[in-house]
């Protein structure tokens, strides 16, 4: 990531801490297991991306997904949307919130959905902003989709962080945790729930 990209991601957490939840954008090592298993989705499905923020693992995806034209990232910051569309001209990115996902899914003719990554800060949300993604997740996500976020190793057993996890089990079953991306800062887990 340049520079200048790096810079407003920053700006952009001084500004809004809530809602852009990380100091520094993912690192390529983080954003590679990420997308771990994309290339394998079904060229007529779409992959949802939560939260792209400035992109890091939106060009993993772009570079390993089998159809440009089965993505569709919802982004809160409208800045980071202006970037995205400049920087991906050939995906779909939507302004919005995650918690609203159906309606943007449903809107933009993008089902099924097979597989959902998302960069969201759960360990920080608002417990009311987690209920209203997880209920959309269940709206969205297809049976035999595959949900996949990232938890901060620090921050696994913060208060949401656990509330975020058993609720996703109580749900969509067995979590599946990687093993910690070192070359991360900092280091993070990956998480995978199957539906």
């Known amino acids: 990531m340049a520079k200048g990209e790096r810079r407003k991601f920053l700006r952009e957490f001084m500004k809004n801490p809530k809602t852009v939840g990380a100091i520094a954008p993912s690192s390529a090592s983080l954003a590679r297991a990420m997308v771990d298993g994309i290339a394998a989705m079904p ?7 939560l939260g792209p923020g400035t992109g890091s693992f939106t060009a993993a995806i772009h570079d390993a997904l089998p159809n440009f034209a089965h993505y569709l990232g919802i982004e809160i ?5 202006a970037m995205l569309e400049k920087r991906f001209p050939d995906f779909d990115f939507a302004h919005g919130s995650a918690t609203d996902a ?3 899914v449903d ?3 993008r089902r099924p959905v097979r597989f959902v990554i998302s960069g969201l800060p759960f360990a920080s949300l608002p417990v009311d902003v987690q209920d209203g993604i997880v209920r959309a997740l269940i709206d969205v996500l297809e049976p035999g989709a595959v949900f996949r976020t990232f938890q901060y190793v620090h921050a696994y057993r913060l208060p949401k962080a656990v509330r975020f996890r058993a609720q996703m089990a109580a749900i969509f079953g067995e979590l599946e945790r990687s093993r ?5 800062l900092p280091p993070a887990y ?4 199957r539906r």
């Not at 910690?180 to 991360?184: A, E, G, H």
């Not at 990956?190 to 729930?193: A, F, I, K, P, R």
């Open 77 to 81: 910051e409208a800045r980071f949307v």
């Open 43 to 49: 060229k007529d499905s779409t992959l949802l991306e």
């Open 180 to 184: 910690p991306v070192l070359r991360n």
């Open 190 to 193: 990956c998480l995978t729930w």
């Open 102 to 104: 159906k309606a943007i």
């Open 107 to 109: 809107s933009r003719e």
